[in-house]
């Protein structure tokens, strides 16, 4: 029977990494046929993880050595983990069982043309990639049987949409079951929280407008000790209510796995700075309003809605447009949330039978 050694930003207190983790445990025999566990860092984790310095990577190195010592398989799950190969990886590299698999990642942005070079030969020793997004393409000059024009991943690339979609977790809730705008701001886009908080205001006029009710919910998605969005969602909060408007607050660390798939899947909108607050909307039937930070934003609602009506950046001082077609009920994504599922399904677990 074979252990799977699953890695990527585990630990770290962010939610979307943790839905990765929760998902392919949950989906553990029809990914892995015939496995047995699945070693990772959890959340629980967070304290020695997230150490910074020279004994923060000693803690990780000797982690990566625990469970590479007991795995038959080394699987790369979720998120964009490939942007170069150091730290961590480069030990991984090096004492890796034989058999290494990526599933639901993303490659690059890269520094420079050698991390690019290193990131395609690692991948060149994996067994199986899966890519969520076209990202894939960034690559692809060093590719040379790709065929131009490309018109979809070279051989030995799948690209099956992002993990989250296999996630049982998350079901479908009736339009008349919704209620309220979710708010997730994030650390990582380096927004001006005065401007954050008229784009709250503009959503929230928006929803009153059409005859939705508007209370405002604020959700730290990520919950790391040092670079999580708890200290933002504090000053939006502020921010809102030196503008008559109240608002609750609550993190993913607090409130759970479950608790932040059931906020986000029942809000009538949702307007995110973090990715996977998008995307649990989007599966879960919702509308979303994407405040774009990183490619991988972009490159989600395009994919989803076949341009990027609903995706503005984090600066945008008028979001009249992108609310106007994110609200409107003519409105529907080009693949719907069902078709989306139904093809990660058919990706990630039709073949993966490839045990």
């Known amino acids: 029977m074979k252990t799977i050694a699953v890695v990527g930003y585990f630990g770290w207190g962010n939610f979307g990494d943790q839905l990765f983790l929760d998902t392919v445990r949950r989906r553990r025999e029809e990914l892995w046929p015939g496995s047995s566990e699945i070693l990772a860092l959890t959340s629980r984790d967070l304290g020695r993880h997230a150490t910074a310095g020279p004994l923060g990577a000693l803690v990780r190195a000797a982690h990566s050595l625990r469970i590479l010592r007991r795995a038959d398989v080394l699987a790369y ?3 964009s983990v490939f942007t170069d190969v150091s730290g961590v990886d480069a030990l991984r590299r090096r004492l890796r069982p034989a058999r290494v698999q990526a599933l639901g990642v993303s490659v690059g942005p890269f520094a420079d043309e050698q991390a690019r070079q290193d990131v395609r030969q690692y991948l060149g ?9 076209d990202s894939w393409t960034l690559l692809q000059e060093d590719l040379p049987l790709l065929p131009e024009p490309v018109a979809g991943p070279p051989a030995g690339i799948e690209q099956g949409g992002d993990l989250a979609a296999l996630s049982p977790l998350i079901t479908r809730a009736a339009d008349d079951e919704r209620s309220g705008l979710v708010v997730c701001p994030s650390a990582a886009a380096d927004a001006d929280v005065e401007l954050l908080a008229e784009q709250v205001l503009q959503a929230r006029r928006a929803m ?4 939705l009710p508007a209370p405002v919910r604020i959700l730290a998605l990520n919950g790391h000790p040092r670079n999580g969005d708890e200290q933002l969602v504090r000053a939006l909060a502020a921010a809102l209510r030196d503008q008559g408007v109240e608002c609750t607050t609550s993190s993913f660390l607090e409130i759970g796995l479950e608790g932040t798939l059931a906020a986000l899947g029942s809000a009538s909108l949702v307007l995110s ?3 996977h607050g998008a995307i649990v909307a ?3 039937g919702g509308r979303f309003l994407m405040l774009d930070h990183h490619a991988k934003c972009r490159a989600f609602v395009e994919d989803v809605s076949g341009d990027a009506a ?3 950046p984090v600066d945008a001082p008028d979001l009249s447009e992108a609310l106007e077609a994110a609200l409107s009920p003519e409105r529907s994504p080009v693949r719907a949330p069902e078709e989306y599922i139904r093809h990660a399904e058919r990706i990630y677990l039709g073949q993966m039978a490839h045990a």
Not at 208 to 211: E, I, Q
């Open 77 to 79: 799950c979720g998120g």
């Open 125 to 133: 020793e994996f067994e199986r990639i899966v890519v969520r997004d």
């Open 208 to 211: 009153r407008l059409r005859g």
């Open 273 to 275: 700075q973090r990715l």
């Open 282 to 284: 989007y599966l879960s």
């Open 310 to 312: 609903v995706c503005v």
